[in-house]
């Protein structure tokens, strides 16, 4: 079994190895893989040194799973050539999330939905799994009917190089100086704001980011009988996605019921209990796999609707733990 992490040594890379180990993956061969100026470099996994490689070099070591992680390009380009020589590609970029040809997934969801004959797989968003992870018992049971969801979304879900620019804005704050050189991921400072924008916008006057939450979950639930709307903010916080989700139903609910779903629903914590302060944070879902949900009420405005707090660990269940769980279904199935 030899898997290739593609974008090794990027901040999802690295996560998808720690998971990979964390989880006893049965990989024989790790091919870490990453840009050319990277190639020569070692990763460490299970106390053995590994060699980066080139894309080009990893294709040819034929791998039986290729786990990408290095932007949209890179998974257009590359991705099918990966798949042309046999290997099943689970994409993290939103290369191809929206193409009627390939399957996204949720395993919790829809691993049901993938054969032996698909070679690319996409993963979705990271918003939108945490999101979905929530919306789909209480579909299952109740009908959507119409979903408002605002994020409050961690710089880590741009990169390294806004986790640099916030500290770099905290120690300057800090100190009260101007020493430390800020290179700008964002068109303002992020550190003691807010930014209502995740991504670039298109013509409608929306983010990528808030179209990704808008139509990735109608795909991921096979359901396009709902209405979902978005809007996703960047906010000061190192780790871990917040949503605050308004959520209306064809048919009316229980919120004792509704608590019960969730919390039977594999995968999601049911944090709920407002008079000892309890709810989902952010600070504290870092490094978990879980979706946490919380601050579970009736919306008293209409009928039938319910709101709620999502926060789950971005980099983790919202990236790198679902495509290391796509990986292993392929594997239980033996199709990999």
Known sequence: MKVAVVGATGMVGQVMLKI????????TELIPVASERSVGKTIRYKNKEYPVVSLSTAME???QIALFSA??????????QFAKVGTTVVDNSSAWRMD?????????????????????????????????????????????KRVVVSTYQSVTGTGKAAVDQLNAEIENTVKGTDNISVKKVYPYEI??????????FDESDYTKEE?????????????????????????????????????????DFELDEVKKILSE??????QDDVANQIYPMPLYTEGKDEV??????????????LNCWIVADNLRKGAATNTVQIAEYLVKKGWA
């Open 20 to 27: 990979l180990e964390e989880r006893n993956f049965p990989l």
């Open 61 to 63: 070591m034929k791998p």
């Open 71 to 80: 932007g949209g390009s890179t998974s257009l380009e590359w991705a099918p």
């Open 100 to 144: 009627t040809t390939k399957k996204l997934v949720v395993p919790e969801i829809n691993a049901d939905v993938l054969t032996a004959e698909d070679k690319i797989i996409a993963n979705p968003n990271c918003s939108t799994i945490q999101l979905v992870m929530v919306l789909h018992p209480l579909h299952k049971k109740y009908k959507l």
């Open 191 to 200: 550190f003691k704001n807010a930014l209502p924008q995740c991504d670039v």
């Open 211 to 251: 179209l990704k939450l808008m139509r990735e979950p109608l795909k991921i639930m096979g359901d396009d009988t709902f209405q979902l709307t978005a809007t996703a903010v960047r906010v000061p916080v190192q780790g871990g996605h917040s949503e605050s989700v308004n959520i209306e139903f064809e048919n």
């Open 265 to 270: 629903t594999p995968g999601v914590i049911v």
């Open 292 to 305: 946490f949900v919380g601050r579970i009420r009736r919306d008293p405005s209409q009928p039938n609707t």
